[in-house]
């Protein structure tokens, strides 16, 4: 999400501030501050108000935004986005998942079907070193959680009842029951994810979002391009009531919450 992008959208819709905060409920003197670039770091809750209201407008008026399409074979046009944050003209569902071609990774985020790419070396490098890492130490340790990797998908439902589905690069997972033999059926304790040219966006910030109110304890964002390694401590936020998060130099021994004694270093893999 862009704050000039939602600037560019609603012009070309001719809204007003007015009628955004009339449609989202939003007072329009913080409407006025997002838009007008004065607000630096606006609630993501407030942005994704916007962004609905925005979007139910263009679907309305047909002025939806150019998307690049996938044809898949027995299968109907499916949105493989320009922009992470377009909107659709529909929304998608748990059953188009379902009846992806075999071979095709997606993940469903607020009804958008978002096509998983070939991953680079270093990124698939930073996967495989680091999901032995923390295995090795939950059996040397005597644990029962268990490390899964992209193709093991993890199921969560929003207040809504909107069902998404997410396919993290790494996910540890501590409890038996939500184990499913075709996806996770709950949150993960512990999600890893590492940043692609064509997925920053969602790692941070969708996903940021989904996984702090789906109940992840903690979320790592590891960014091989810019070397540095952002924590979301949010099992402390939840009793602090405070923003957990922590940005990393790729040289920093960084320690996991949810495994106490366990400790990464970026540099030390790759």
Not at 91 to 113: C, H, Q, W
Request: one cysteine or more; aromatic letters at 8%; a negative charge.
């Amino acid at each position: 999400m862009n704050i000039a992008d939602l600037v560019a959208r609603k012009k070309a819709l001719k809204l007003t501030n007015k009628k955004l905060a009339d449609l989202t409920g939003i007072p329009v003197s913080t409407i006025n501050k997002i838009l007008g670039g004065v607000t630096k770091s606006p609630g993501y809750d407030t942005l994704l108000a916007i962004e609905d209201a925005i979007g139910k407008i263009e679907k309305a008026s047909g002025k939806i935004p150019k998307y690049e399409y996938h044809q898949s074979i027995d299968q109907p046009m499916m949105v493989r986005e320009t922009s992470n944050y377009a909107l659709n003209t529909r929304k998608y569902t748990e059953d188009d998942i379902n009846n992806l071609p075999e071979g095709d990774l997606a993940e469903l985020i607020d009804g958008v079907l978002l096509f998983k790419g070939m991953p680079s070396l270093t990124h698939e490098r930073i996967i495989s070193k680091l999901s032995f890492k923390i295995s090795d130490f939950i059996q040397r340790n005597g644990g029962s959680c268990e490390v899964f990797s992209s193709h093991y998908a993890m199921r969560l439902q929003n207040e809504d009842d909107e069902t998404n589905i997410f396919l993290p690069d790494i996910m540890v997972v501590c409890n038996k029951d939500i184990m499913k033999e075709d996806c996770l059926d709950g949150a993960a304790d512990w999600i890893i994810e590492v940043v692609s040219p064509g997925t920053s966006k969602n790692d941070y910030q969708k996903k940021v979002y989904h996984y702090r109110k789906g109940g992840i304890r903690e979320y790592w964002i590891i960014d091989p391009i810019k070397n540095v390694l952002t924590v979301f401590d949010f099992n402390s936020e939840k009793e602090c009531r405070q923003e957990g998060i922590t940005i990393y130099s790729w040289d920093e021994n960084i320690s996991s919450m949810v495994f106490t004694g366990l400790e990464v270093c970026m540099a030390d893999l790759i």
